[in-house]
């Protein structure tokens, strides 16, 4: 069983950024890849990040290359979302999941989810 929280969602204005955090409880946190997600009001959930279990593979969906950088921590059982130039599009709210899996990209392959974390962003 793994738990997750996510942290760091907030009000911003176009153009800035926010970190958000999701903390994983166990000991086997490096044997899960983990991704992001987010759901917009009205919309299905959508892929928006993931990472390997080592972390040497990211994997983005093309809207938020070049201004969202997913890493992980394993020592600290810890993964990240940097997210940078956001835009008013970006507004959702945030979704971090662990999974055995390999097909990071769908969210049918997460065993894992947190209760998320609201990011919103002003024009």
């Known amino acids: 069983q793994v738990q997750l929280v996510e942290s760091g969602g907030g009000l911003v204005q176009a153009g800035g950024s926010l970190r958000l955090s999701c903390a994983a409880s166990g000991r086997t946190f490096s044997s899960y890849a983990m991704g992001w997600f987010h759901q917009a009001p009205g919309k299905e959930r959508e892929f928006v990040a993931a990472i390997s279990r080592t972390g040497g593979n990211t994997y983005y969906v093309d809207s938020v290359k070049g201004r969202l950088t997913i890493s992980r921590d394993n020592a600290k059982n810890t993964v990240y979302l940097q997210m940078n130039s956001l835009k008013p599009e970006d507004t959702a709210v945030y979704y971090c999941?662990?999974?055995?899996?390999?097909?990071?990209?769908?969210?049918?392959?997460?065993?894992?989810w947190g209760q998320g974390t609201q990011v919103t962003v002003s024009s």
């Open positions: 999941a662990a999974t055995r899996g390999w097909i990071l990209t769908s969210a049918t392959v997460y065993d894992y």
